[in-house]
């Protein structure tokens, strides 16, 4: 059974850091992209960043660069986003995905097969 679970969220304060995790079973996913996605209440789910299957490439949306830092360990299966600086609009549901495919960078939600339950970050203002 494939299982993708984050962890790391949490309460803090604008300007203060956070680091997801997000912890993979279930099958090899050495070969596939990896991204972090986030969901504000009332809003849609929207792309964060990703990361390609060796790690050698990633991509953010423009809100979050220089902030945010999304990484991987392969051998240890688990995804992370460093998050720095934090806003209050940072606020919201993340999860992690992983999808298999041939493009870069891989940003559409249907891009990706496999989600998290997701973790909640709230930033007091």
């Known amino acids: 059974q494939v299982q993708l679970v984050e962890s790391g969220g949490g309460l803090v304060q604008a300007g203060g850091s956070l680091r997801l995790s997000c912890t993979t079973s279930g099958r090899t996913f050495s070969n596939y992209a990896m991204g972090w996605f986030r969901q504000a209440p009332g809003k849609e789910r929207e792309f964060v960043a990703c990361i390609s299957g060796i790690g050698n490439m990633t991509y953010y949306t423009d809100s979050v660069k220089g902030r945010l830092t999304i990484s991987r360990a392969s051998v240890q299966n688990t995804l992370y986003l460093q998050m720095n600086s934090l806003k209050p609009e940072d606020t919201a549901v993340y999860y992690c995905?992983?999808?298999?495919?041939?493009?870069?960078?891989?940003?559409?939600?249907?891009?990706?097969?496999?989600w998290g339950q997701g973790t909640q970050v709230t930033v007091s203002s």
């Open positions: 995905a992983a999808g298999l495919s041939r493009q870069w960078p891989v940003v559409a939600r249907a891009q990706y097969n496999y």
